[in-house]
Structure formats: structure tokens, C-alpha cells
């Protein structure tokens, strides 16, 4: 198992271009087999999770080749619809394949994902639109079988604006006949970039970027061409990494993406300069301790809480860091604790009182996010910090490791 060593306190300074999005990816890549064809996406990042739903691609039957960042995918051949527990396990994202199977097959059977490192991440919201729209849904030995001849327009209305099952409902009810309208939809930018591929296939889905979506169904879609937009969450990893230890200008980023990250950035007094594609960001004398709640888009992103912390460990004072989207997503707390973080855990708020410095101990990943947590934790302490089980960081980090030795950082990969 890979570990990372890092020799911390280092000054971090240079450029670093921004990879395309995971959580874009993932659904535009389910999405490419509703179509008999084969569909190109570009700038798709070398990661684990990519690599697993290209497994999944190819399970129920797509071709796939992947070459320069771009990768095919050829559906004509799609005709399994079934994605194991083995692989579901993994990568909870895989359910994503449920609504384009149902679409194109009039069937799926797809493991229930479970529980995941942090609490119990349930796929309720997916299982009642599908059912609001005419499937039938049966549960078997751990396997959601849905079945449904045509699907059917219908008004589905979330308690929660889920990015997973905003994505799942939009890819079964493009095809479905009559019309659909999701009400408290997601809007984060990566469902947006769905909703606008699955145009471009030929869906015709209307107020995207709003908390309602109306699909008109259509008989079938096309392929199509796209480029993944950038990753916002790995840009804001490098974004706290740069406000505690540097200089450091991202590129291939898209910054409207980040409005609130960097609003906060900005209080913490960093010094935040943004061009079209570029951000570049500067620590200030002292980081000083700013508050921060997440909240669904253009909320706070969950998926920078950890690293948020991260950089509030030692910040001039005292921090609230409360998570509404995720109740119980704390495993880094205990972890970057064994750094000298003063840390108290309450229900889903964590209070930081922030150190002159922390020290370099080893560590456990145990998830992709609190990993990132880990390295910026290793990046900011004296001495070195070894973090174990890495796995978890390349499902969703693409060479983080030697994008950051490029800003200076002492940090190196050993293979056990
Ligand atoms: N929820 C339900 N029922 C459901 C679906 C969601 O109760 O059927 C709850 C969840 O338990 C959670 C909240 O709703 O409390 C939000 O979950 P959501 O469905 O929005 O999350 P997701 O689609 O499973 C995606 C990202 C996550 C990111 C969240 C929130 C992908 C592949 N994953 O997950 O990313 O944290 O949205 O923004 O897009 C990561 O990249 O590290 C990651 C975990």
C-alpha cells in the first residue's frame, strides 16, 4: 500500500493547472450510454474513480479507449444492465448508472452502495423518482432491480437538493414520454454540466442552473463531444495549501466556481487575485480565523470542509466549522489531532482553536477529502508526517503528490 512522506513547513510557491472534475466526469461518463454511439470526453482525469466506472463502462457492455486525456466511450454494445457489488462498494457514484441503464434498457440492477467511511449515505431519494416516473423497484439480495417499459414524465420534488440523485433522475427522465419537473434540484456545477451534455445529446431540458428542471422527454439521444469542466475541489485544496504556506497560482480553473471559497480566503487574509482561467493566491501575515458552514451550491462545499479545517488549525484564534450537508464526516478530526491540532468534535460542528504550528506525525487517509486534509496538515507541520492507506486520495486527486513537489513542497510517494 502506497504511503506519502512529507516534510512539512517547506514554502510552497509556483503554478499549478487544474485537472478536470471528478464529480463532473463521473455522471457524464454514465450518461454517454444513453446513446448508440460513441461520445468523446475530454480532459478527463486519471483517477481511480474514473478508472473504476471505466470497469462499470465496460461491464454492461460500452467500449472504452483512453488516450491524451480524452476518453471514448462507444455504447453501441451496451446490454448488460447490471453493476456488481464489487465495484458499487468501491465507488459509490456507480449508482449513476441506474438511470441511463433504465433509460436505454428498460431495466437495471444495481448494488445498493451502503454504508461509506463516513455514516450511512442512503440512495432513498434515487429509489422514489425512479418510482414517481413509473419504474417498478424491488430490492434482492442487496441488488435494486428497476423495471420499467417506458418510463414517464411526472413532478418529483426532493426533501434535500441531492447532486447524485438530481443527476440519476435527469439521465432516466430525458427519454421518458410526457413531461418531468425535478423541483429542489441540485445546481451545483457539476449537475449543470450534466443537464447541458444531455442537451447536447439532444435532451431538452429547461431552467438549468435554478432548483427546477423541466425535462421534455424524447424518443432517444445522439452522442456527443464535451470537455469536463475544472475540478473546484481540487482547486480549492490548493487554494488553502497556498494561503498557509505561499504563492501559488492555479490554472485551468474556473473561478466563478469558487466565489465563496475564495470570499472566505479572502477574510482569512489571503490575498486573492482572479483572472479568466487563473486564480492566484498569496498568505497573508497572519491567517486569521474565520468561521464557515457548509451549505449546498454556491454554499460552502462539503468537500472543502475538511480542508478548510486544515488551514483554520492554525489560524490566529478560535473556529466554528459546521457541515449541514454531511452530519457525521469528521474522520480527519481524530487524525490531524495526532498533528497538534486542538480540535473538539460537537454532533457536526467542530470547534478549532488554532496553534502557532503543528508537528509532523503518521497518519491514516480514510477518505478522499480528509486525505487532502492530511497532506495540507502535513504541508503546514515541522518535521514529517507520513500518511498511509493513499488509496482513498487517488480516487479523486490526480498526481497530487507532484503537483505539489513542482510548488516546492518535500513530499514523495514510497510504495510498501
Ligand atoms: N441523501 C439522502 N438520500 C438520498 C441522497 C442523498 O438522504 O437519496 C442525503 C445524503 O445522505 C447527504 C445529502 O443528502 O446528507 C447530500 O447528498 P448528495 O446526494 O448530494 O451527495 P452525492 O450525490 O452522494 C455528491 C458528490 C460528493 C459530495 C456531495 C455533496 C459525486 C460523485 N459525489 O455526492 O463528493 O460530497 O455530492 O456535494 O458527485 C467527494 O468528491 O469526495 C464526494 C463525497
Same mark, same amino acid.
Not at 462507444?74 to 451496451?78: I, T, Y
Not at 438549468?208 to 432548483?211: F, K, N
Not at 451550491?297 to 460552502?300: A, E, S
Not at 450537508?325 to 474522520?331: I, L
Given at each position: 500500500m502506497d504511503k506519502i512522506i512529507i516534510v512539512g513547513n517547506q514554502p510552497l510557491k509556483g503554478s499549478v493547472a487544474i485537472s478536470g472534475a471528478k464529480n463532473a466526469v463521473l455522471p457524464i461518463m454514465t450518461a454517454a450510454?444513453? /446513446?448508440d454511439g460513441v461520445s468523446h470526453i475530454h480532459k478527463v482525469p486519471d483517477l481511480r474513480d474514473t478508472r473504476t466506472m471505466v470497469r462499470l463502462l465496460e461491464m454492461v457492455g460500452a467500449k472504452t479507449t483512453y488516450k491524451n486525456g480524452t476518453l471514448s466511450i462507444? /455504447?453501441?454494445?451496451?446490454d448488460t444492465p447490471v453493476a456488481p457489488y464489487e465495484l458499487v462498494k468501491t465507488m459509490r /457514484?456507480?449508482?449513476?448508472?441506474l438511470g441511463p441503464l433504465l433509460s436505454r434498457l428498460g431495466v437495471a440492477k444495481v448494488s445498493l452502495p451502503g454504508g461509506c467511511a463516513w455514516g450511512p449515505r442512503p440512495v432513498d431519494f434515487h429509489l422514489k423518482g425512479f418510482e414517481k416516473l413509473g419504474a417498478e423497484i424491488t430490492l434482492e439480495s442487496g441488488y435494486i432491480q428497476a423495471k420499467s417499459k417506458r418510463l414517464k414524465g411526472n413532478n418529483i420534488r426532493f426533501d434535500f437538493p441531492s447532486v447524485g440523485a438530481t443527476g440519476n433522475i435527469l439521465m432516466a427522465a430525458v427519454t421518458a414520454k410526457g413531461t418531468t419537473v425535478i423541483e429542489n434540484a441540485a445546481r451545483e456545477p457539476e449537475i449543470v454540466q450534466l443537464a447541458r451534455y444531455l442537451n447536447k445529446m439532444g435532451a431538452n431540458i429547461s431552467g438549468?442552473?435554478?432548483?427546477v428542471l423541466t425535462i421534455e422527454g424524447v424518443e432517444g439521444l445522439s452522442p456527443a463531444d464535451i470537455t469536463v469542466i475544472p475540478d473546484r475541489i481540487e482547486a480549492g485544496t490548493f487554494l488553502m495549501a497556498g494561503a498557509a504556506l505561499g504563492e501559488v497560482t492555479l490554472t485551468d480553473v474556473e473561478p466563478s466556481h469558487l466565489d465563496i471559497v475564495l470570499d472566505k480566503l479572502d477574510e482569512a487574509g489571503a490575498t486573492v487575485s482572479v483572472g479568466q482561467s487563473t486564480i492566484t493566491i498569496k498568505h497573508g501575515d497572519v491567517i486569521k480565523p474565520v468561521d464557515m458552514t457548509t451549505g449546498v451550491?454556491?454554499?460552502?462545499p462539503t468537500d472543502l470542509q475538511a480542508q478548510w479545517i486544515s488551514l483554520m488549525t492554525i489560524a490566529d484564534g478560535s473556529t466554528v466549522v459546521t457541515d449541514t450537508?454531511?452530519?457525521?464526516?469528521?474522520?480527519h478530526i481524530p487524525e490531524l489531532t495526532r498533528l497538534g491540532a486542538n480540535l473538539q468534535l460537537e454532533n457536526n460542528t467542530v470547534f478549532v482553536r488554532g496553534q502557532k504550528f503543528l508537528i509532523g506525525a503518521p497518519v491514516m487517509s480514510t477518505d478522499i477529502r480528509a486525505s487532502a486534509s492530511l497532506v495540507i496538515g502535513g504541508l503546514i507541520a515541522k518535521g514529517t508526517t507520513e500518511i498511509g492507506r493513499i488509496y482513498h486520495l487517488d480516487r479523486g486527486y490526480e498526481r497530487l503528490e507532484e503537483k505539489f513537489k513542482k510548488l516546492g513542497a518535500v513530499i514523495t510517494r514510497e510504495s510498501e
Open positions: 450510454l444513453l /446513446a462507444d /455504447a453501441r454494445g451496451v /457514484a456507480s449508482f449513476y448508472v438549468i442552473e435554478t432548483d451550491y454556491p454554499g460552502f450537508v454531511y452530519k457525521d464526516r469528521f474522520s
